[in-house]
């Protein structure tokens, strides 16, 4: 259970992107986001391109081209970024990664089961809208 959560690092970023772009007045090129993120360029355009593809961006080209939001940000769930990214989003229940334990049940008793159950719903339940919202008002926590 290394990454618990299930997501990779694309995905982090596809996360980051559009809580920028939530905030944001204005269309941000891929350029300016990995910037802002201090991550590569070439990386992040391949997220977007999945995140377009998806039908979660829009991408402007041109001089004063660049990104936003295909949708409001409450009409887009954390579980739709994550599939657009990655596919279909099964957080790792097994501490080996495997799909069925060599012992014939988990060491942990239903623990990774139900842990799996809580972050798919998180991700099912939450919105871009509070991932933008979330950490803005003082001593509150964001999503990282």
């Known amino acids: ?11 982090g970023l596809a996360l980051h992107t559009v809580d920028l772009l939530g905030k944001s007045d204005r269309l941000l ?6 910037g802002n993120l201090e991550v590569s360029v070439h ?7 999945r995140l377009v593809k998806s039908g979660l961006l829009v991408s402007t080209r041109g001089p004063a ?3 936003q939001l295909a949708r409001l940000p409450e009409d887009i769930r954390l579980v739709e970024i994550i ?6 989003f099964h957080p790792n229940t097994c501490l080996l990664g495997r799909d069925r334990c ?3 049940s988990c060491m942990l008793g239903g623990l990774a089961r139900q842990i799996h159950n809580q972050i798919r ?8 809208k509070e991932l933008i919202d979330s950490g803005n008002e003082p ?4 999503f990282c």
């Open 121 to 128: 719903s998180f991700f099912e339940m939450k919105t871009v």
């Open 65 to 67: 081209g660049g990104f």
């Open 29 to 34: 090129t891929t350029a300016e986001l990995a």
């Open 43 to 49: 990386h992040l355009a391949k997220v977007h391109q």
């Open 102 to 104: 060599i012992r014939g």
């Open 83 to 88: 599939e657009s990214v990655q596919g279909p």
């Open 139 to 142: 001593g509150e926590e964001g």
């Open 1 to 11: 259970m290394a990454n618990i959560l299930g997501i990779s690092e694309a995905v």
